[in-house]
């Protein structure tokens, strides 16, 4: 399958996205040498009203007008903060509009950046501009009260949900389920194929018997990421069941697919899986549907535990649905 609609991305600063993606992307599975899913360096994360994204967050609550408050501002528990869609826009406002100051879209792009790291900013920028024409096509909310009690910025459009709540929302990262994707269909071209390709690395390193207990018929629906606790039933090969150079390898995973996110985000995923009990309780399901190139490179797979769910759908083009949370 192919379909490619790349276009050029001036967000970027000239960024040639092939090189991009050969550049971030290599540089990511490069990381993985030295898996660490806990690792010490992450131990004192900065205070919530310390981080950069949460006090930008604060900045843009402060300059809205009362007419611009009306629109997109919310009481903390709205039904709109706990919707979870690849699709969709939160509020109706797009940050290109001239609803928008100038100074405010700068703080929008201010806070996407301080809620990724380098990696995660530039790829998302890029996809933004392929699957929509730019972050400002997007729209953003305000839910609470930054500043004065529990609040969350969330922003939302194609392919893409992002949140910053300061920890307003406990034991639960990112403030709750986040969503990214691109509408690339061509496998090679996709943005995230890095991640099933690292993924798949674990598929490769299991031994026949292993294999069969993680190979799956028939995927779940992807938006279903209810976090089930540790009474939970989960699909495909426990990590517990592997060996010890096999569970390194699904540490390196786990931190791969983290590495567009701030520090200390990964921080607060690595602190839940710890209190559910580790990666050993951990689940690594691959599904038979949906192999784009027929290679056997599962393109459709899914990692779950009791606190934790990342479902990624590869075909025909990425939809990523997490969530992780505590839950008893």
């Not at 459009?157 to 969503?179: E, N, Q, Y």
């Not at 992807?222 to 390194?248: C, I, M, N, P, Y």
Request: proline share 3%; glycine share 8%; aromatic share 10%.
């Amino acid at each position: 399958m192919s379909k490619n609609t790349s276009q050029n991305c001036s967000d970027c600063q000239g960024l040639d996205r092939r090189h991009f993606l050969k550049t971030v992307g290599g540089a990511v599975a490069a990381s993985t040498v030295a898996p660490v899913l806990f690792d010490s360096r992450f131990a004192h994360a900065a205070p919530a009203t310390q981080r950069p994204a949460e006090t930008s967050v604060q900045q843009f609550y402060e300059s809205l007008s009362e007419k611009q408050m009306l629109s997109i501002c919310f009481p903390f528990d709205h039904d709109l903060r706990k919707k979870v869609n690849a699709n969709w826009h939160i509020t109706k406002p797009s940050i290109g509009d001239d609803f928008y100051t100038k100074d405010q879209r700068a703080l929008i792009d201010t806070i996407v950046r301080n809620i990724t790291s380098e990696d995660g900013y530039e790829r998302m920028i890029v996809q933004m501009e392929e699957d929509a024409g730019g972050i400002e096509e997007f729209s953003v909310a305000v839910f609470g009260e930054p500043g004065r009690g529990k609040f969350e910025w969330e922003l939302t459009g194609r392919h893409l949900t992002l949140r910053a709540d300061g920890d307003s929302v406990d034991k639960t990262a990112f403030g709750g389920p986040i969503v990214y994707g691109h509408g690339e269909e061509n496998v090679t071209d996709n943005m995230y194929h890095y991640q099933t390709k690292q993924v798949n690395e674990v598929f490769k390193a299991l031994d026949g018997k292993q294999a069969e207990h993680a190979l799956v018929k028939r995927a779940p629906k992807e938006s279903d990421v209810r976090v089930q606790g540790a009474k939970g039933t989960f699909s495909g090969l426990s990590v517990s069941e592997l060996s010890g150079d096999q569970k390194e390898l699904v540490e390196a995973t786990v931190k791969v697919l983290l590495a567009p996110y701030r520090e200390a985000d990964q921080t607060e995923v690595m602190e839940i899986v710890k209190a559910a009990g580790g990666v050993d309780k951990l689940h690594m399901a691959f599904y038979e549907q949906g192999d784009l190139e027929g290679d056997k490179v599962w393109d459709i797979w899914r990692l779950e535990g009791p606190s934790f769910v990342w479902h990624f759908r590869g075909a025909p083009h990425v939809h990523a649905y997490i969530n992780i949370a505590e839950r008893v």
